[in-house]
């Protein structure tokens, strides 16, 4: 799975792997989270997600938090929260462009 495309785009796992990351989860977390927000149309598999989790803390984007229980926490950092608002406004410009062409095709 690439996490980032060289136009800049995040493929929807990360995306809302990211959304989820605004406060610190664990793994099984963010998967019910996920699921949750999207109404069930999201659904993270367990390699899926750990493999996203790996890359992007070797990006840099998350962290491990240090905990004393046996699952692993993580959170969103600063570079990681700049990916995500690049990619909303690459998702708005794109929404805004698809209305606007749409309503000129209307017309």
Do not use: C, N
Not at 24 to 34: K, S
Not at 62 to 70: F, K, P, S, V, W
Request: glycine share 10%; net charge negative; aromatic share 8%.
């Amino acid at each position: 799975m690439t996490q980032q495309s060289s136009t800049g785009a995040l493929t929807e796992a990360v995306y809302y792997i990211l959304l989820s990351l605004q406060v610190p989860r664990h793994g099984y977390g963010i998967m019910q989270f996920v699921q949750e927000l999207s109404h069930g149309r999201v659904q993270l598999a367990p390699g899926t997600l750990y493999g996203a989790l790996s890359s992007l803390v070797e990006r840099g984007w998350i962290e491990a938090l240090e905990g004393t229980g046996r699952k692993k926490e993580y959170e969103i950092t600063e570079t990681g929260r700049e990916a995500l608002r690049s990619e909303l406004r690459r998702l708005e410009e794109l929404v805004q462009h698809g209305h606007e062409w749409t309503k000129e095709l209307d017309t």
